[in-house]
């Protein structure tokens, strides 16, 4: 098992910077390959950006979020990063990280084996 528990959501305006994290309990961190989702009101959830397991040197992005934002880990923390830059209103949505035990991350939810309970990030134009 692992837990997760994401932070740092809040209101920012268009424009603006924020930076989610994820700190994950209970299993060996670094085993994971770890996610970042979201989900708009009335919306399905959708893929943000992952990072392998290990070192963390492959990432992947949306689209939509590419070269705006940014994912990183931490593992002598335990901790899983989203930087995000240049907020937009399509941004916002709740915020979930995702863990999944394998080397090359998903962008599937279903692929993923946790979740945390999500953080709102709302943009104001």
């Known amino acids: 098992q692992v837990q997760l528990v994401e932070s740092g959501g809040g209101l920012v305006q268009a424009g603006g910077s924020l930076r989610l994290s994820c700190a994950a309990s209970?299993?060996?961190?670094?085993?994971?390959?770890m996610g970042w989702f979201r989900q708009a009101p009335g919306k399905e959830r959708e893929f943000v950006a992952a990072?392998?397991?290990?070192?963390?040197?492959?990432?992947i992005y949306a689209e939509s979020v590419k070269g705006r934002f940014t994912i990183s880990r931490d593992n002598a923390k335990n901790t899983v990063y989203l930087q995000m830059n240049n907020r937009k209103s399509e941004d916002t949505a709740v915020y979930y990280c995702?863990?999944?035990?394998?080397?090359?991350?998903?962008?599937?939810?279903?692929?993923?084996?946790?979740w945390g309970q999500g953080t709102q990030v709302t943009v104001s134009s």
């Open positions: 990072i392998n397991r290990w070192s963390g040197g492959y990432t």
């Open positions: 209970g299993r060996t961190f670094y085993t994971f390959a």
């Open positions: 995702a863990a999944e035990e394998t080397v090359v991350p998903a962008r599937e939810p279903g692929k993923y084996d946790y």
